[in-house]
């Protein structure tokens, strides 16, 4: 049974800013419509836009409402939640004004009996990650004043640009947070989909005993999208594929999908194994780069028969840029459970579809019994979809009905909201509510973070070095790269006939419905 959180006080930085509107604040609403919140909560958003209270209240009751699908929220539901917001403006870039902000949490405090509990949320541009812990040391704000207290500080991603942004970042909040207060946000791991790998392993003994180098073949890791960069064009720019997408959720997810079972179900325990993960990824250097990792821009092209522009002419891009707008990596494991099968992460935007998704790619048989009979390694596999749809997928051969032994492939399909019956929780509702209750269990910690970097770091850097060299083009509405799907050639095209219930393109990876 999920319980409430203590009473606390949290502070948004960045309140009046695009994630506040999108995310926090309709995942807050949501907590609270589902009494998860504390029965005296303050929402304390700071920022440098000017707002009073009423002002702050009803921009955030504008975006609430744009929220929802459908039926609008209960009005007075709405209200009563957002009496518990407040707002407090200030230069966030100058430390001698956050006496304003130590002013405004003593006073909230004291008018709600809230015990010394703090939660700060930096939902702000990366350039603010080092500046703001800086300013609340100097007031003492990063400790609390009673043993019975606590400061937690949850930063968002892109935590770092490379290896030693990262280390240095690391370095400097720790030592004005301790490491159990530093929530490193990832929202791919609080997507319920996502949560349910860790049960579908660990709670079940017909997956894990074939969890290993002797059953699986491979395993594909993907995230792809049919939008460009939008007007994101500055900061992708600055970030591109491998630092938004793989160092952060497509990583994180392998570290779930590879992970030992931890000795308990503790945060700590969790974050362990995890971060043996990472330890063990095999490095690449040199030629090495070129053979296992592929890097890619979109060209013009058409989506859903609309043409679209090319990166390179999207606004706030560089006509030269060698950003790279698609990635797909082959990684090796190297412990003993994965020795020797193939991870495959990949990535783009200007792709065909939208989908998010884990697929264990099971081993062929070892003898064709059957003429019909599909070989290769995507006879068998298991579909983790994390969006859209979200769900789970088992495919396996099944006699068709009449004489004979002839085999088609079938897919067995749950999805979430055959069980959920309206409000399937967002990956912000979880991760908020668990850092209020102080349960680490889906942050990443620094010691996993770094080790993802020191793998990252090398091609970023070859990859510079290399300029335009090895970036290689694909038309916006493509699967990408020809070099990507020769990369991945034995799980796209394996060179046998596979067919199965609604189709043989390999690529859907999961039966039509029906």
């Given amino acids: 049974m999920i319980t409430k959180a203590d009473k606390q006080l949290l502070v948004v930085f960045g309140a009046s800013g695009d994630l506040a509107k999108r995310k926090l604040m309709p995942s807050l ?37 744009s929220h929802f699908d459908g039926d609008a929220p209960d009005a007075q539901k709405l209200d009563a939640f957002l009496q518990m917001a407040h707002y407090v403006y200030f230069d966030t870039e100058d430390c001698a004004q956050y006496s304003v902000l130590k002013d405004a949490i003593a006073k909230w405090r004291a008018e709600k009996n809230i015990p010394d509990r703090v939660l700060y949320y930096l939902g702000t541009p990366p350039v603010m990650f080092a500046k703001i812990p800086e300013c609340l040391k100097a007031h003492g704000l990063n400790k609390p004043d009673s043993a019975e207290g606590w400061r937690r500080i949850i930063v968002e991603k892109p935590f770092g640009h490379d290896l030693q942004s990262a280390l240095d970042l690391n370095a400097q909040l720790r030592s004005i947070f301790q490491e159990k207060e530093i929530y490193r946000i990832d929202h791919y791991l609080g997507k319920e989909t996502v949560q349910n790998m860790l049960v579908l ?143 495959y992460l990949y990535t783009g935007k200007r792709m065909p579809d939208r989908k998010a998704e884990v697929v264990i790619h099971f081993k062929s048989t070892p003898q064709q019994l059957f003429k019909s009979q599909c070989t290769g390694p995507s006879c068998n596999k298991l579909t983790i979809r994390i969006q859209p749809d979200e769900g789970i997928a088992l495919r396996f051969g099944f ?61 970023l850097n070859h990859w510079k070095e290399q300029g335009e060299t090895n970036l290689q083009f694909y038309a916006a509405g493509s699967h990408g790269p020809d070099k990507a799907v020769e990369l991945m050639e034995d799980i796209f095209y394996p060179g046998h006939s596979c067919p199965y219930e609604g189709g043989d393109d390999i690529r859907t990876n999961i039966a039509p419905e029906g």
């Avoid at 931890?262 to 700590?268: A, G, K, L, Q, V």
């Avoid at 004979?404 to 967002?426: E, I, N, T």
């Avoid at 680490?440 to 970097?453: C, V």
Wanted: charged share 25%; net charge negative.
């Fill in 399 to 459: 006699k068709e009905p009449g004489a004979g032994f002839d085999v088609r492939q079938v897919s067995m399909d749950f999805r979430y909201d055959s069980v959920v019956a309206k409000h399937l929780p967002d990956a912000y509702e979880r991760l908020l509510l668990d850092a209020m209750k102080g349960d680490g269990t889906l942050f990443a910690r620094s010691d996993a973070l770094e080790a993802s970097w020191s793998f990252v770091d090398p091609i």
């Fill in 201 to 343: 392993r660990f709670a079940n003994g017909i997956f894990e005993p074939l969890w290993n180098r002797n059953y699986v073949y491979a395993v594909e890791i993907s995230t792809t999208e049919q939008l460009g960069v939008e007007k994101r064009g500055g900061y992708y720019e600055k970030a591109g594929a491998m630092r938004d997408m793989v160092q952060n959720h497509l990583m994180q997810l392998m570290s779930f999908v590879a992970m030992e079972a931890p000795s308990t179900f503790d945060p700590e325990a969790i974050r362990d194994e995890t971060a043996k993960v990472f330890k063990t990824i095999r490095h690449y250097a040199g030629g090495e780069i070129d053979k296992h990792v592929v890097r890619g821009q979109y060209v013009s092209g058409k989506i859903n028969d609309q043409g679209v522009p090319a990166y390179r002419d999207e606004e706030k891009v560089s006509q030269d840029s060698n950003t790279e707008t698609y990635v797909a990596a082959k990684i090796m494991i190297d412990n003993w459970r994965w020795g020797g099968v193939p991870f």
């Fill in 29 to 65: 609403f949501e907590l609270y419509l589902r009494d998860l919140l504390p029965d005296d909560f303050v929402i304390l958003g700071a920022s440098r836009t000017q707002y009073s209270d009423e002002q702050y209240r009803q921009a955030q009751k504008d975006f609430i409402s």
